[in-house]
């Protein structure tokens, strides 16, 4: 009977750490490597994966990451070393905040694809990449803020998209910058609604496109290209 005891109370233990664990929801990642396919998804509470000191870093080429966030405090530090990567952060609500830096810092992010959609509440999107980095947005939307820094060299040169729907603080800044060889730097913003500002600033030694929509609320709109 005590040792019948002893194992429910060890279970019931064991059940509340898992729990315990459950609701933090921190994970830190150093992945090496080619080819691989990465699908992490955190529902509810806290939330994490990466952070300011210890971020998730995936380093190789070829590789397919998706992070999905369903609830709660989010937060994403993904750090991405290599070319041919395919980077997808998810998130579905509260306290928001995605973090990437793709060959940024002395690496390499050629010919990689990066996707940020957000549902609604905190938001922010900041990512860094030194590349032809093709980047995507979406925020369905609450408060909002969208630091895009792209700096590419090669003939593609780099493309960012951003989408915000749905009002909210909005803020939008785009830095695309080096040589874009022949083909010059893409960056498109649509915004429906809210108090607005839109940054765009793009460098290199041809003509760069710029496509801005912004329908309603404060507006606000700063365009330099071919500031080099």
Known sequence: ?????????????????????????????????DGSTVNITQTGNSNAVGSANSKATFNGNNNTVTVEQIGNSNIANLNVQGAGNTISSQVTGNGNSVEIGCGAGGGSCSASTITNTITGDGNSVTQNSDGTTTSTVTIDSNNNTVNINNTSTAAAGAKSAVDISGGGGNSVAITQDGAAGTNGHDASVTIVGATNTVDVKQGGSVDSKVVS???????????????N
């Open 1 to 33: 009977m005590k040792l019948i005891t002893r194992m429910m109370a060890l279970l019931s233990f064991l059940v509340m750490v898992q729990y315990a664990n459950a609701a933090s929801n921190s994970i830190y990642v150093d992945q090496i490597g």
């Open 213 to 227: 929509t912004i329908n309603g609320s404060g507006n606000t709109l700063n365009i330099k290209s071919n500031h």
